[in-house]
């Protein structure tokens, strides 16, 4: 059966920030019939549930992947290692699981695919790819974005 890597929140686990989820039937039908692998990078990278809201903060989740921009949270508390950590440990669990894709939380610092909030605690949003995106894509993993997230 085919695999799928799934962002956690999005199959009813309350890992997001603010401890809740994002499950929603859109996402069940996407993985309806494939064999989803559910991860949270954040969790799983050391954060804790719930945490402070966290943006990227000079560029995307490339750019920390190069060394040239880092993951804050809204107290100014450095959380880079922890994304990269959990990013890396999400490409391993997609490796495991045989998945060719992933379908991630829009928007997130970690899961985000083409938008993400951009470093502000605004809420704006700038075109890029969260940390573990960015990994995944790296590593020929598609990654979509979930809708009605």
Do not use: Q, W
């Amino acid at each position: 059966m085919e695999t799928v890597l799934v962002s956690a929140c999005l199959r009813g686990v309350p890992c997001r920030f603010d401890g809740r989820h994002k499950a929603s039937p859109e996402v069940e039908t996407l993985v309806a019939g494939r064999e989803p692998v559910s991860f949270c990078p954040e969790t799983a990278g050391g954060l804790m549930t719930p945490r402070r809201p966290a943006e990227l903060v000079g560029g995307d989740g490339h750019a920390v992947l190069d060394g040239v921009a880092r993951v804050v949270d809204d107290m100014g508390r450095d959380v880079t290692a922890e994304f990269v950590a959990g990013a890396r440990l999400a490409l391993a669990a997609a490796r495991r699981g045989g998945c060719r894709e992933a379908l991630l939380m829009p928007r997130s610092p970690s899961c985000g695919r083409g938008t993400v909030y951009d470093g502000s605690f605004t809420g704006r949003l700038t075109a890029g790819d969260g940390v573990t995106a960015a990994l995944l894509e790296r590593n020929g993993i598609t990654v979509r974005p979930a809708p009605g997230a």
